[in-house]
């Protein structure tokens, strides 16, 4: 069946129209098209950032719907996968929209470490994690590396021992385990970039449905790589009362009890990002570069608005949650936010939910300003 989307019309296995079609098909999952209208947009903002940008890898390219549409936005696109049929109709569906582009039937890995020419941005989109992709992506990219992960069980601890695996931490189970999982992979792909003397800056990240989507630009010099490993470090949790602290650094300083609640059982969770996941003017930047021919352009526009005005301490809060834990009614959002601001408190939501919030302020403050 014929797909349209962002401009370009691919064709896609028939089965795949609303999930991910049907195990030997190509894969085509629908429900990603936020995910390519933000790549796309993304892209054409980060070349307003470095006009230099003009190559772009898709190393998994599947249907080649996310190529084609980079090569229809201008992009001097090359598409991989290892699968002969994706490769097949890949090639068929940039042809079908008038576009040049290399589509080759390679290993995304062994491509970016022999590709001859220099490939500026790379987009890693494999089944599952990402991890065993990172090494040639950083060892090989020039100006962006745009990674999604769709393992969010393993990243945010609920399947503990994947996570441990996939991403040499120690990822938990918290009530906030969507920004767990964002931080986590961040933390284990800075930590890898770092090993090629590559510095990597989250200048966009979103959690949505079940994926973790981020876009890493790259410097290259030793002193960036060791930049953005000051960035890492750990969070620790109590599970009895809520309460959270995190500190930089690869050296754990798991906590004997809670400082707070005096419980003894506090979770240590990292090494992970405690650095800012995206840059404002970057996503506003992103905002205004979204079209109307792109099918998810509201709901990426309110993402993008949500993200542009969260705060960068690395856990949230469920306004709910802790209302729950109080025994009390929960209140609006908007006037529970002016009770912490009137505080003294910074406060924002957060896109990982409709009762998601940040704030500057310690679990005693925020009690202090709401009840
Ligand atoms: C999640 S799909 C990609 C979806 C696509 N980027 C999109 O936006 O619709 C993952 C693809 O990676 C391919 N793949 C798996 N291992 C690979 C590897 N080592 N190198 C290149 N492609 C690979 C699979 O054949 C599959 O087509
Ligand atoms: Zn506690």
Redesign the pocket.
Known sequence: MDVSEGGVTVSVPTASGGGEGAADD????AT?ELN?DLTVATLAAFREREPRAASYL??????G??GVRAANAGWDVTM????AD?VELATSNLARNGLDGEVVA????SLLHDHDRVLDVVDI???GSPMPFADAAFANARNLVCVTATDTAPLCGAHFESGVRKYSATPRNTNYHAEMGLRILLGALARTAARYDVGVTPILSHVSDHYVRTYLELDHRATDANAAVEQVGHVYHCQQCLSRDHEYGLVAAPRAECPRCGGHQVLTAGPLWLGPAHEEAFAASVREQLTREMGEASQAFHLLQTIEGELHEPTHYDQHRLYSQWGEPAVGMAEFLDQLRDAGLRASRTHFGGTTFKTDGGLAEVEAAVL
């Open positions: 190509v894969f085509f999952n990603q390519r898709d190393a998994m390219t599947a249907s719907i996310r991989a996968d290892v699968d994706a390679r290993d995304a890995n989109d494999p089944f």
